[in-house]
Structures are given as C-alpha cells and as structure tokens.
C-alpha cells in the first residue's frame, strides 16, 4: 500500500486560525488551534490514515481559503468546495444531515435524531457529531441542547458561540 498524500495550509481570516488538510479527493479535516486534544490531527491522520505523508501546499487551498474569508466575512452562507468524507455509514449519514441545517439555525441533537427518523438514537447521533472532522463546513456548532445550551464542541465553546454570532446577523 502506498503512502497517502495529504496536503495542508494554515489560513488566518480575522481572528481565526484554520488549519485544512485535503486529498487529491477533497477537504478532509479542519482544525483549529483551540482543538482538544492538542494533538488532534495527528490522531486523526494516523486512525483514518495509517501511512500518509503531509505535503504543505498553500495554493492548492486558494478556493478554500477564499470561501472561508467569506464566510468569516458574513458574505458567504454555504460552502462549495468537495469533501472527503472518512467516517461509518453512520457518521457520514450525520454529517450530511448537518449540512441540511441551514445557516443561521440551531437544531438540538434530538431534532437532528429525529431529522434521521431515528429518535432514540440521540447518544449515537451525538458521538458522529463529535468525530466531524470537518468543523464550519460540516456545522456541528449549529447543534445545541434540548435546554438552548452550548454543549460539546472540539474546539471550545467560545469559538462555537462565536460563530452562531457570526451566523446569527
């Protein structure tokens, strides 16, 4: 088996710092230097991964970079650009179903359990949305508590509550 390819950049947009990682597929892991744990990509390249090598490569991001600087802008509402989804049937089922929240919005995770037809599912539906790889663009922060909370976010609820702001005007 051959080595992976994975090409990363660092973006600054405003007061954020996003760190993309793509294949020659698409997006497939965004993070942020408030993740937990630190280590969090290294983690994920290697469980999803295996035998990869990082390519750093800025150009190669110029639509992401682009999209993000809208968005962060207030200008841009949905992304475009390809993914490459890694995850179960299951996850990638709840990423995709994150993505049908529309901006602006907050779904508690029992609605998006329910959105799925699978209401009982809702610990299960919790633990996809906590592997996302792909915070912003798969917008797991516009789940929220059954109670209006901000709950769980791998990047602190500081940025979640920062980008519901940013969504919210």
């Known amino acids: 088996m051959s080595r992976k390819s994975i090409y990363y950049t660092t973006i ?24 937990q744990p630190e280590n969090f990509a ?16 800025d150009q190669f991001f110029n639509h992401e970079r682009d999209q993000f600087t809208a968005y962060f802008n207030g200008q841009l509402t949905r992304f475009d650009f390809t993914l490459d989804l890694h995850g179960t049937l299951f996850q990638k089922s709840i990423w995709q179903q994150l993505q049908q929240i529309p901006y602006g919005e907050t779904w508690s995770y029992s609605e998006l359990a329910d959105s799925i037809n699978r209401p009982e599912a809702v610990r299960a539906v919790s633990r996809a949305i906590g592997q996302n790889p792909l915070l912003i663009v798969v917008p797991c922060h516009r ?18 509550k920062s980008l519901l702001q940013l969504e919210s005007n």
């Open 12 to 35: 600054y947009v405003n007061l954020y710092q996003l760190t993309l990682y793509k294949t020659d597929q698409g997006l497939v892991l965004i993070t942020t230097k408030t993740d």
């Open 42 to 57: 290294e983690e994920w390249l290697t469980k999803t991964f295996k035998d990869y090598q990082l390519i750093h490569d």
């Open 143 to 160: 789940v929220i508590g059954k109670n209006k909370q901000l709950t769980g976010f791998r990047s602190g609820l500081a940025l979640k």
